[in-house]
């Protein structure tokens, strides 16, 4: 009896498979891959997940909701509502979340999954940036993250205003707002997107096309290119013993890291299901049908674009004008610092690689105390927008701490040029001291509180000398010579004597 007659059917569908595709010599080199073990990287995963789970839900949705503002009478379970005039899009958002099975678990678990998508890209990249993971040769990968985190932040807008409440409408207007206050061509960057004076009858329609079809398409090709990339430049890991630029320490991705990472990806779905079953968000029922005449009190984007309501929010409302045009500075100023604000992180490798004139590839990660500058700056960069975050919700500040809303607002403007200042060089002087502190213990080791007397009467602490694995990690970022297995030369390497 002949091999092919004992094979099994599973395994020679396997080798018509692997003679076909490659399989089995694509899996030998790659279900091996190596992955460092540190809770950070698992940032990066619930992003994934959470993309993951937005599709999934999304899928559901598209099933029963209608992108049209053609106005219904509704007549549904939700008796408040019966007989008033509504679109087509918040009538279809009111039947998923009352009288379609498990439509509003799905509805709040897209809308939480979504929040914690950005949460988890805008948190993953300040692991990558803190830690100098964006250096050569990871710039590309870099650029891949920012635009996710870019698209993210619009698809999200997208999909909020979707159900054409009250509320969505509101920050429909502060767009329309925004678009108006462009000079020259404001009008008809309004017209063409609302297709006609605002709120206009396609910005639903237009939005929903471009948030279940065109921006995650780009999002789903950037994702597969920015996975692909971390496969072919491999993990940065942080330095310890062992660790190398030219090494990956770590557990192997079959079948180890593939059955934590299928673990998480339950324990990531399950949280957002909790979570949205138990905390209401968005309730589209409470705000009513969307009416240009009115506005919800309070209203407030999610938080990921609050930090762009708070720009306008905060700024005077200066006007001037130019041959004949009136420019709104009190937008039109906001508008352009907006972009400006991602664009600086997402460049910022190659404003660091310049001033540095560093072109060494890398692939141990940094410790932040040892990098004062860069980390001073993230942490500027991160005050600037909570306090502009703040800013977007002066009225609710206001409310709650019983103060006046002049003076919320000239707090965060003055806190707007203070704080990252101030945020700066505190955060650098931290890192400092952090770096001569362990000076200290690479030089003296640690304290015991003991006391001892010497011979001669001199009290003096005993104190305990590093592990060579702490003595390591503290000292890597001054060693970089020794991380580095050099190749050895060619003129040394034994030849094996010709047959």
Request: proline share 6%; hydrophobic share 45%; glycine share 10%.
């Amino acid at each position: 009896m002949t091999a092919t007659q004992t094979a099994g059917r599973g395994e020679r569908v396997a080798d018509w498979l692997d003679g076909r595709l490659g399989i089995h010599s694509l899996g030998r080199k790659y279900l091996r891959k190596v992955f460092p073990d540190h809770w950070s990287f698992l940032l990066g995963e619930i992003c994934l997940y959470s993309f993951v789970v937005l599709v999934l839900t999304g899928v559901y949705l598209t099933l029963f909701f209608h992108p049209s503002m053609n106005e219904v009478t509704y007549h549904g379970s939700y008796v408040p509502l019966n007989g008033v005039r509504m679109s087509e899009a918040y009538a279809s958002t009111l039947h998923i979340s009352f009288d379609v099975r498990g439509g509003l678990l799905i509805r709040q678990l897209h809308h939480w999954a979504a929040l914690v998508f950005v949460a988890g890209m805008l948190t993953h990249m300040m692991r990558h940036f803190f830690t100098g993971s964006f250096r050569k040769p990871r710039e590309v990968n870099w650029l891949f993250g920012w635009l996710l985190l870019f698209l993210g932040l619009f698809e999200g807008l997208f999909g909020y205003s979707l159900p054409d409440d009250l509320l969505s409408g509101t920050g429909l207007r502060f767009v329309n707002g925004a678009l108006l206050s462009v000079p020259v061509v404001g009008t008809y960057l309004s017209m063409f997107l609302f297709g006609g004076e605002f709120p206009g009858h396609e910005i639903v329609a237009r939005f929903y096309s471009l948030h279940i079809l065109l921006i995650p398409g780009i999002m789903a090709a950037l994702v597969v290119a920015h996975l692909i990339l971390v496969v072919y430049h491999k993990h940065t890991q942080f330095a310890g013993p062992g660790r190398t630029e030219r090494n990956v320490v770590g557990t192997p991705f079959m079948p180890v890291y593939l059955a934590k990472a299928g673990g998480f990806f339950f324990l990531v779905f399950g949280a957002l299901t909790v979570v949205a079953a138990v905390a209401t968000i968005n309730p589209v029922w409470v705000y009513g049908p969307f009416r240009p005449d009115q506005v919800s009190t309070g209203a407030q984007p999610d938080w990921y674009l609050g930090f762009a309501e708070g720009l306008v929010r905060v700024m005077p409302g200066w006007e001037i004008t130019l041959w004949g045009h009136t420019l709104v500075l009190g937008v039109l100023i906001p508008v352009v610092v907006f972009p400006l604000l991602l664009v600086f992180i997402g460049i910022y490798p190659f404003l660091e690689a310049r001033a540095t004139g560093d072109k060494r590839e890398h692939h141990l990660l940094d410790r932040p105390r040892n990098r004062p500058v860069r980390t001073a700056i993230g942490a500027a960069w991160i005050s600037l927008y909570l306090i502009l975050l703040a800013g977007g919700g002066n009225d609710i500040v206001a409310t709650r701490l019983h103060l006046s809303i002049n003076t919320v607002t000239w707090m965060v403007r003055v806190a707007v040029f203070v704080l990252p200042t101030v945020v700066f060089v505190v955060t650098r002087r931290i890192c400092l001291g952090l770096q001569l502190r362990d000076a200290e213990l690479v030089l003296h080791g640690r304290e015991t509180g003991l006391i001892k007397r010497l011979p001669h009467g001199e009290y003096v602490e005993v104190h305990q000398p590093l592990d060579q694995a702490e003595l390591h990690t503290l000292t890597a970022h001054r060693r970089q010579g020794e991380l580095v297995e050099h190749e050895p030369r060619p003129e040394l390497v034994e030849r094996e004597p010709q047959p």
